[in-house]
């Protein structure tokens, strides 16, 4: 099997001030093979792509492509190797034709006209049966059709060696079938693609191998079909299951209803249509349905994020106006957006400046908070969250992602919230983490605080919601509590629930 491998990394070593990212890591990916890349946020993935595509040097080792030592210290070095990275947010330009994009920075050395570009753009989206047009605006198309157009421009580059960073963290199922069979195509084709993802059961799809990090360590490499789920679930987070076999087997949170905190009557906003909804005081509940069936439509009008056009709320029976995040928070509510990077973080910040962010908009700031105070209140969720940093004035935009997601719900924590709203709050993190931050949920509950708990995966919701307000078509079309609360219930009433208006 030695003339089939095609990228190969041993004794692989890089280090940052205060933190030992990768020790000795071992990694062979083969010709024609889907191989993924597992571990928790912060288990060293990432700093190993940035080493194979030139972003980041490492300290020590060697990595081989196709049996010669590759010394990449660049991106373009990655490119003349072979290796190419397709990201989870397209890095491409959303203005340009798909032609464009696909040939954007390498005119000048082909001598081509538009016409010629097109031409072969045509033959390669036709090639890789890509759904797209050489003149079409990127922007207008989906963003399963972007990933796949960034595939294209890697393939037509003469990859060998192609890495999908979470590139289906933002699509339906659907959008991640058609990604799947590119996979399966350029893989019939001799290219080695790595495949970085946290949905497990994608692995277990359309994956070979899995090679398995934690801590910056090499846990191990296996087939995929002698690996099974729960036993991957262990070597990721270095523990046994008992702890989530403990929270999928939770018996409803709210035992007795305590009072109604919020209650909303027709409340409509500029994207979301009128609804009706109802939480109790250390409740838990969540808004569930396919991709662009008004969840985050529905709670953007709570937080007051997108502009409201109508309707009534009451907190603790008494009518407010929430119209505005400020006028939100002053009322005891929180707001963890599914946007991190756009909404959440402000990445050139640092840990600590992040955390206080929310606590000082509220106090204004004419009244900041001291830097003694800030230290204080960093170091105290830094440690209750077990935030993986090098220090409280780190960057937070160097962080993990599982990691940066812990640095915001710090903020809303700091706020001590009655009402915390969280929009995918696990999305595109380990499976660690995610656990961490359902069982924070539970124990938020048990202290009295009302929590509406968004997911696309089914199953963590069920883990952790009371009752789940199922919605299709930006309408709520049923509530399920108790005993219907099981994925067969769920499902069938996204399908052909009947429309009806109450939280």
């Known amino acids: 099997m030695q003339e089939d491998c095609l990228l190969k990394l041993r004794g692989i070593e890089k280090r940052f001030p205060g933190v030992r990212a990768l020790h000795n890591v071992d990694f062979t990916l083969r010709k024609g093979e889907i191989?993924?890349?597992?571990?928790?946020?912060?288990?060293?993935?990432?700093?190993?792509?940035?080493?194979?595509?030139g972003v980041y040097s490492k300290d020590d080792g060697t990595i081989y492509v196709e049996g010669k030592e590759a010394h990449i210290h660049s991106p373009q070095d990655a490119q003349n190797n072979g290796i190419s990275t397709v990201y989870q947010e397209i890095t491409l330009c959303p203005n340009l034709t798909v032609a464009e994009n696909i040939f954007i920075g390498r005119e000048s050395n082909m001598v081509v006209k538009r016409k010629d570009y097109e031409k072969r753009t045509a033959e390669i989206l036709s090639n890789l049966q890509i759904p797209a047009r050489p003149r079409q605006q990127l922007g207008n198309c989906s963003l399963a059709v972007q990933q796949m157009v960034a595939i294209a421009r890697a393939v037509d580059m003469q990859c060998k060696v192609l890495i999908l960073d979470e590139?289906?963290?933002?699509?339906?199922?659907?959008?991640?079938?058609?990604?799947?069979?590119?996979?399966?195509?350029?893989?019939?084709?001799?290219?080695?693609?790595?495949?970085?993802?946290?949905?497990?059961?994608?692995?277990?799809e359309v994956c070979d191998r899995i090679?398995?990090?934690?801590?910056?360590?090499?846990?191990?490499?296996?087939l995929t079909e002698d690996l099974p789920q729960v036993q991957l679930v262990s070597k990721m987070i270095g523990k046994e299951l008992d702890e989530l076999n403990t929270l999928s087997e939770k018996d409803d949170i709210v035992k007795e209803k305590g009072e109604v905190f919020y209650e909303a009557k027709g409340l409509s906003s500029s994207n979301a249509l009128p609804?009706?909804?109802t939480i109790h005081k250390g409740e838990v509940n969540g808004f569930t349905g396919l991709l662009g069936s008004g969840r985050s439509e529905s709670v953007r009008a709570i937080f007051g994020a997108d502009k409201v056009n109508g309707g009534t709320v009451k907190i603790k029976g008494k009518q407010v106006q929430i119209d505005r995040p400020i006028q939100a928070m002053k009322n005891g509510i929180g707001y963890l957006s599914e946007d991190r990077k756009g909404d959440g973080i402000i990445a050139e910040l640092s840990v600590r400046e992040n955390i206080i962010l929310a606590l000082q908009v509220m106090n204004g700031f004419f009244k900041p908070i001291s830097r003694s105070e800030s230290e204080a209140f960093a170091d105290e969720y830094i440690k209750a969250l077990s935030i993986k940093t090098a220090s409280r004035e780190t960057p937070v935009g160097s962080l993990s992602g599982g990691n940066q997601q812990k640095v915001i719900l710090a903020r809303w924590l700091l706020t001590h919230p009655d009402y915390l709203i969280l929009d995918e709050p696990t999305r595109g993190i380990d499976v660690?983490?995610?656990?961490?931050?359902?069982?924070?949920?539970?124990?938020?509950?048990?202290?009295?605080?009302s929590v509406t708990f968004i997911s696309s995966e089914i199953e963590e919701m069920l883990r952790t919601c009371s009752r789940l307000i199922v919605m299709r078509d930006r309408h709520i079309v049923g509530e399920l509590k108790g005993s219907e609360l099981n994925q067969a219930q769920v499902m069938r009433t996204i399908a052909g629930g009947e429309t009806k208006n109450e939280g």
Not at 211 to 222: A, C, D, I, P, S
Not at 432 to 449: F, N, P, R, S
């Open 35 to 53: 191989h993924a890349l597992m571990g928790e946020n912060g288990a060293g993935k990432s700093t190993l792509i940035k080493l194979l595509t």
């Open 167 to 204: 590139p289906t963290s933002s699509l339906d199922d659907k959008e991640v079938n058609m990604l799947f069979k590119l996979m399966r195509d350029l893989k019939a084709r001799g290219v080695g693609i790595i495949f970085v993802t946290h949905f497990l059961e994608q692995v277990y």
């Open 211 to 222: 090679t398995v990090l934690r801590n910056g360590e090499l846990v191990g490499e296996y």
């Open 275 to 277: 609804f009706d909804f």
């Open 432 to 449: 660690g983490t995610k656990l961490e931050i359902q069982k924070l949920v539970l124990k938020l509950a048990e202290d009295g605080v």
